[in-house]
Every structure is written in structure tokens, then in C-alpha cells.
């Protein structure tokens, strides 16, 4: 696979403008590929008999690299270009869910504290968390509110402290985190003007974490329920100013990790297709393989059609948000929007060429169809990314 790479300049704190040669980059696809289809699918099947992530599987890939991608140099990263990292992003997907989440997390949350951290902030944060060395779970989703402006967690300062009450869900890596990146509002305050970005230590006193990993797919990714009563944050773990908290959760984190998001379903998608060619290929009805029906081969054929057209948006959306271009944002949602509509369409068919044995966790595609699902709410529903499309496009009209 080539992928093309765009450079703008000095790396910058969202590293949109590195990249390496393409001889390099090569190679680092075809060492991807190697340890997803090897490694990959033997802890694959070790997640899905355990239900958990063994310390083993974290160490291997920061071993390997694989937490540390798609960072700039300057702070311990690979220094790829987006779009580089989004040729690896559509491997990793292929490979079992929670490895998926693993690698696009720890590779992304950099993006939201690197442009805000002062030089103090970038070594003790940002710099462990590019090198996985210490893991930093994006932390804004609330039970009782969506995803944003509404969000209803506060602080009170005292000082050179701040003290957290409130409640948030849905945490991936919120049990085994070493700090939380959480959004919260001044105490009184509404809107934007009054939210704060926290990194907040995971043993601080005052948090309660329930373990709520028992999911219908994605099997092994630890996600929490975290509740805070009066907890303690140190004013020197905000990250940015007061009022910039959504401008650090959806600044420079949201729109590329929404594009991230659509690649994965793309690469999923890819896995489910290849699942169902191999099955229908060997499969005899009457006499004959089952590919050789037209009903499946048409099928087969819709789902090509499908991730072809699912990844060519996602790369426009790609190349869109590398070069800074002003529809980035919207471009990224219709990308999400269309790859998780795509990867449902593909899964379904894929189940279906498999026919009832599809069903049963002896078969690849279940767990496939199962983590499929995850991608409609991750960073943000189907109806989300509608919105923000809506807004835009209705924006520019009015204009």
C-alpha cells in the first residue's frame, strides 16, 4: 500500500507537519502487517478466553513501537505524516479490537495536552504518555449529559488546588490509567468560558472507580465508571487556561480521531470481507463453492464497492486535516458517518455468507460482527456527526 506525505514545514505541537521517507515508511507497514496477521491474532485469541489485556500484550507493543507512532520527534514519537499513520491505523484495525483501542488511543490523546502543556507539563506528561510509559484515558463523557458544552462535573479552587465532584462514564482505559484527562466546569459557570482541562493523578483521594467492562464486544479494553467527591488536583496539572477545557478536549484531539475512527472501521471492514472470500471460497453447496452462487458473489462485490468508497473519503478527510484545511472538521464527521454505515453493511454480509456457523465464537467473523458495533459511539454517535455536518454545510450556505 503507498500512501502519499504531505509536508508543511516544522513538526509543531499536532506534528502535522512530519513525515518520514517513504523506503522507511514501507518497511513499517510491512513490520505492522507481519506482527497483526503473527503476535496479532495469538493475542487475539488469549483476550477473547481471558476477557483481559495481559500487562505482556502492553509491553510488547510498546516494545515494538507501537505506542509511540504517530508523535512528532520532538517529544519521543516515530514522527509520521497523518496520513502515514492512517495506512497503519487501517492494519491495526484488522487485528482484535482492544489491540486496536490500545494503539489509537495511546497514539492520539498526545494531540489533546501537547498544544496546551507548558515544558514542565510536556516531560511529565506528554512525554511518558507518547512513550507508553505511563497511559492517560481521555476523560469526558458524563452519565447525565452528553459529550460537550453540557457537561456538568466541577471544581472549586482553593489556591493552588482545585477540588472535583462529579461523575463520568464510558472511560476506556479508566481502571488502569495512570492519570485521567478530565473536563470539568468552574464551579457556577456555563459554557464554554467556564470549563478546565485536569490531568488528574489516578490514585488521587476522592475518586471512586467501578470496572465496567463487561461489553458486548471490544473484550479485554477496560472501561469505568468514575465518580469524584471533592478529590484534589494540583492547579499546575491544568492544562491551558480556565475556559480552554473544550478547547483541549475538541481543539486538536476530536477531529483527527474521528478520521482515526473511520479507518478503523475501514480496516475492520477489510478483515470481515477477507473472512467471507476465504469462507465462500472453500465452502461447497451442491457441488459447488459457495462463490460461485450470485447472490454471494454479488454481496461480496457490494462490500468491495463499499470500503473502496468508505476509504477514499476517509483519506480526503485525512489529507484535509494534515494540510489544516478549514472543512477538516466537517469532512472528518461525513468519514466517520460513512465508514460506521459501511462497516455494518460489510459485517452483516459477511455474517451472512457464512451462513448459521457464523453465529458461533468458533468463527473469526462473530467476534468481527460483535466490535463492529463499538465504532457507532465512539467519538461520537451517527446523529453527532450529522450535526456537525448539518452546521457546517448550512453555515456555508447562509454565508
Request: with cysteine.
Amino acid at each position: 500500500m503507498k500512501t502519499s506525505s504531505v509536508n508543511s514545514g516544522t513538526a509543531g505541537a499536532d506534528g502535522r507537519g512530519s513525515s518520514i521517507p517513504e523506503e522507511q515508511y514501507q518497511a513499517l507497514l510491512t513490520r505492522v502487517t507481519d506482527w497483526v496477521q503473527g503476535p496479532g491474532e495469538a493475542w487475539a485469541d488469549e483476550i477473547e478466553s481471558t476477557g483481559t489485556v495481559p500487562d505482556e500484550l502492553w509491553k510488547q507493543l510498546r516494545t515494538e513501537g507501537f505506542l509511540s507512532l504517530a508523535a512528532p520527534r520532538e517529544i519521543g514519537g516515530a514522527g509520521l505524516s497523518f496520513l502515514q499513520w492512517m495506512g497503519l491505523m487501517e492494519v491495526f484495525s484488522r487485528s482484535h479490537a482492544s489491540v486496536r483501542m490500545i494503539v489509537h488511543v495511546v497514539n492520539g490523546t498526545w494531540r489533546a495536552m501537547n498544544p496546551f502543556a507548558d515544558e514542565a507539563q510536556r516531560q511529565r506528561f506528554v512525554v511518558p504518555a507518547v512513550a507508553g510509559e505511563s497511559v492517560v484515558a481521555f476523560t469526558l463523557t458524563e452519565p447525565a449529559n452528553g459529550s460537550g458544552v453540557d457537561i456538568t462535573s466541577s471544581v472549586r479552587r482553593d489556591g493552588d488546588m482545585y477540588f472535583l465532584s462529579g461523575a463520568k462514564h464510558l472511560i476506556t482505559f479508566g481502571v488502569r490509567c495512570d492519570y485521567w484527562l478530565l473536563f470539568a466546569r468552574l464551579e457556577g459557570t456555563t459554557g464554554r468560558e467556564g470549563t478546565v482541562a485536569l490531568l488528574v493523578d489516578r490514585n488521587t483521594p476522592g475518586a471512586e472507580v467501578e470496572d465496567t467492562s463487561r461489553t458486548m464486544g471490544v473484550r479485554g479494553t477496560d472501561h469505568a465508571s468514575l465518580t469524584f467527591t471533592n478529590a484534589p488536583v494540583p492547579v499546575a496539572n491544568r492544562l491551558g487556561a480556565e475556559g480552554e477545557g473544550l478547547a483541549v478536549a475538541l481543539g486538536g484531539f476530536l477531529t483527527p480521531s474521528r478520521v482515526s475512527v473511520a479507518m478503523s472501521c475501514v480496516g475492520l471492514a477489510q478483515r470481515a470481507q477477507e473472512l467471507a472470500l476465504h469462507y465462500a471460497a472453500r465452502r461447497t453447496t451442491f457441488g459447488k463453492p459457495l462463490s460461485s452462487r450470485q447472490a454471494i458473489a454479488f454481496s461480496l462485490a457490494e462490500n468491495a464497492a463499499d470500503i473502496a468508497a468508505a476509504k477514499a473519503l476517509t483519506l480526503t478527510a485525512a489529507a484535509a486535516w494534515q494540510n489544516a484545511e478549514p472543512d477538516a472538521p466537517a469532512l472528518s464527521s461525513m468519514a466517520k458517518l460513512t465508514a460506521v454505515d459501511m462497516l455494518g453493511r460489510v459485517t452483516d454480509k459477511a455474517l451472512q455468507v457464512h451462513g448459521g456457523i457464523g453465529y458461533w465464537q468458533s468463527q473469526p467473523i462473530e467476534r468481527v460482527y460483535r466490535d463492529a458495533r463499538a465504532q457507532r459511539f465512539e467519538e461520537g454517535t451517527n446523529e453527532i456527526q450529522k450535526s456537525v455536518i448539518a452546521k457546517a454545510i448550512l453555515g456555508g450556505a447562509a454565508g
